[in-house]
């Protein structure tokens, strides 16, 4: 079977493939990046409804200056979309709902802004998988 495989949207280099709690996500290696397709953070959250809410506080913010990411499914330019409850979070999410970019870190930091706690299954295989520890 052919299998297709995604460029990063920041360093342009192949995507890995990994699998998290049955769900396969792409990481990029070399920056750091998780591509998320769409229904992803739902299943993987094990919270639908929540995650739901949580993508639904995201706002699409034109004003920022950080450089337009394309979508490595159709290409197109990405909305810069904030949390309502922390501007400083930036992620970028295809205008076709293909799915959702972070860049290094900022799936932990979006976990961290809606008071993630020890049960959040996210965070544990983000953890394992990456072995993210706290920078504190």
Request: aromatic fraction near 6%.
């Amino acid at each position: 079977p052919l299998e297709f495989f995604m460029n990063c949207p920041v360093c342009n280099n192949a995507m890995i493939t990994l699998e998290l709690a049955g769900v396969e996500i792409d990481y990029s290696p070399d920056c750091g990046g998780i591509w998320l397709d769409a229904g992803e953070l739902e299943v993987l959250s094990g919270d639908g409804q929540r995650a739901k809410n949580i993508l639904a506080s995201f706002k699409t913010d034109a004003a920022q200056k950080e450089k337009p990411r394309r979508c490595p499914i159709c290409l197109e330019t990405m909305d810069k979309a904030a949390a309502s409850q922390s501007h400083s979070l930036l992620i970028d999410k295809c205008r076709k709902n293909h799915g959702m970019w972070f860049d290094k870190g900022e799936l932990k930091a979006l976990l961290s802004t809606f008071h993630s706690d020890d049960k959040n299954n996210i965070q544990k295989l983000l953890t394992e998988i990456f072995n993210l520890q706290d920078e504190s």
